[in-house]
């Protein structure tokens, strides 16, 4: 019930743009409605029509986004059966990028396409002249998503063309890229606009709806990759002062159904589907993760990409619970006390004796409910899992960082504790800045595992060669080429990274 209200209202609020055949919604007044009876939220339509396509979109909730942020780090692989999606495994796990390949394509296009959708929602609430707080808050989503898609962007591309107008024709894609500080500076100018405009909460009617506390936690995000170490940890700080948000209890919680839209939740992609699995308002995000095992029955759960290494198993102190609660072993119970169903898995095929499963571990963070996969007969697309993007973790992990590289030690252990004592790990004391960036950068692989961090953490802190060079990472691989059917389609305007 918590999610079936915003999803509807996704769906239907954006019916009219695709469709342009439904003359009312529920109890609003007709689509036909004059510019005075638009004078409130005359663009709401629009702004559920973003979230509907970022939920949508492959660049944001499947394998191009996935491949992206978790396959080139050393917490995960392709993974799945060897032959299947094979050419994924040179560019991502192995880092010969390729400039024209669909999974790179598709994350380019449909950042753009979020982008643009952002910027027409925006353009109307211009034309209509509205200036009420309502519509203020919808134009503060869409900017906050906006500033969303070009974060990722600047973080893959480096160097992006921006696109600050509305776009009414391909040749207006073809613009040249602007610098990685003027990205930033572009981003900045929308979070703040977010921060100042949107509500601290939308209240029940709208769990998972973009709030101020989002915009604040996504504007720190981008000041910490910037190593603006006072301004991040001022903004993390405003936030954990605020009191909305807090640790949840149970860290293999945050992951399940009931943890969805928690205390820790600061930005989550919603989905949907009804309890009998009649209406499907889901993505595939945790479908492309399953366990794959197609000839072991009631063990085929999805796609099985995505798999943990044995890298990332042995990162863990012992004891840490979060190590049963992020990866799923073959061959193994799933351990109930981390948040398994008291289920055990069959062998894998590096086991004696060998078994079905294609890989040694899996991503149990999107690990589904057997009775809700039975429930809604989707047994291998559990497709009703939020896809979690910000956690309040990730604010306090921000906040003892920027301290501890703002020679605020003391305070930086305070924070790192707070994430320790959640699962019972033992407190970290200060001895000095080189020990305590050890132990915040631990704290963040095996807080994170798997949600798409590592990758993009060992490049800003200047580790990636170091840590990805035996897997054939150079320094020039933390940008990734711009796909070339984009280079092709502008001729000379947008031109190659230098460095591709």
């Not at 059966?81 to 050419?87: F, I, K, R, Y």
């Not at 203020?136 to 696109?163: C, H, K, W």
């Not at 906040?399 to 033992?426: C, D, F, Q, W």
């Not at 490049?459 to 984009?486: C, E, F, K, M, N």
Request: charge should be neutral; glycine fraction near 8%.
């Amino acid at each position: 019930m918590k999610k079936t209200r915003i999803i509807f209202y996704v769906v239907l609020l954006a019916m009219p743009i695709l469709f342009g055949g439904c003359k009312k919604f529920l109890d609003r007044k007709p689509l036909t409605a004059t510019l005075g009876d638009l004078n409130q939220g005359g663009i709401e339509a629009e702004i559920f029509g973003l979230y509907s396509n970022l939920r949508n979109s492959a660049g944001f909730t499947s394998i191009p986004w996935i491949g992206i942020h978790d396959f080139r780090s050393d917490d995960s692989e392709k993974g799945s059966d060897a032959a299947d999606g094979a050419e994924w495994v040179a560019p991502f796990d192995q880092f010969q990028y390729v400039k024209d390949l669909w999974a790179t394509n598709t994350y380019w296009d449909d950042h753009v396409s979020l982008i643009s959708l952002a910027n027409s929602a925006i353009a109307k609430a211009d034309s209509l002249g509205v200036n009420d707080a309502i519509t203020r808050a919808n134009i503060a989503e869409a900017r906050f998503l906006r500033a969303y898609s070009y974060f990722d962007m600047v973080r893959t591309f480096g160097e992006v063309p921006i696109y600050d107008k509305k776009i009414n024709a391909s040749a207006d894609l073809c613009i040249a890229k602007s610098s990685v500080a003027n990205v930033y500076a572009f981003i900045d100018q929308d979070l703040q606009f977010a921060r100042a405009n949107l509500p601290t909460t939308w209240g029940a009617q709208y769990p998972g709806r973009l709030t101020s506390g989002a915009a604040a936690a996504l504007h720190a995000k981008s000041y910490l990759y910037r190593q603006q170490w006072a301004t991040t940890l001022g903004v993390a700080q405003q936030i954990i002062n605020s009191g909305t948000y807090a640790l949840f209890p149970s860290y293999f919680g945050i992951f399940k159904d009931a943890g969805e839209n928690s205390s820790e939740s600061i930005f989550e992609i919603q989905a949907y589907v009804s309890p009998n699995g009649a209406v499907d308002q889901g993505m595939v995000y945790a479908t492309t993760q399953g366990v794959r095992a197609a000839t072991a029955t009631g063990w085929n759960l999805g796609w099985g990409w995505n798999t943990p290494t044995d890298n990332l198993v042995n990162a863990f102190e012992a004891n840490d619970p979060r190590k049963g609660s992020t990866i799923l072993f073959s061959g193994q119970s799933d351990d109930p006390a981390t948040g398994g169903y008291g289920r055990v898995l069959p062998n894998s095929i590096f086991d004696i004796p060998a078994g079905p499963l294609p890989r040694k571990y899996w991503n149990k963070k999107i690990y589904a409910d057997p009775a809700k996969r039975a429930a809604t007969n989707h047994s291998d697309n559990p497709s009703w899992i939020n896809k979690r993007v910000i956690r309040y973790a990730d604010v306090v992990l921000m906040a003892a960082e920027a301290a501890n590289e703002s020679a605020n030690g003391i305070l930086a252990a305070t924070y790192l504790n707070m994430v320790r004592a959640r699962v019972s790990m033992p407190a970290v004391a200060f001895v000095n800045q080189a020990q305590m960036r050890a132990a915040i950068k631990h704290e963040r692989r095996v807080e994170f595992g798997v949600e798409g961090e590592r990758f993009f953490d060992l490049v800003r802190w200047g580790d990636a060669v170091s840590v990805l060079g035996p897997l054939g990472y150079t320094h020039r691989a933390r940008y990734y080429p711009i796909p070339q059917p984009v280079i092709n389609r502008c001729g000379t305007t947008i031109v190659q990274n230098p460095e591709w």
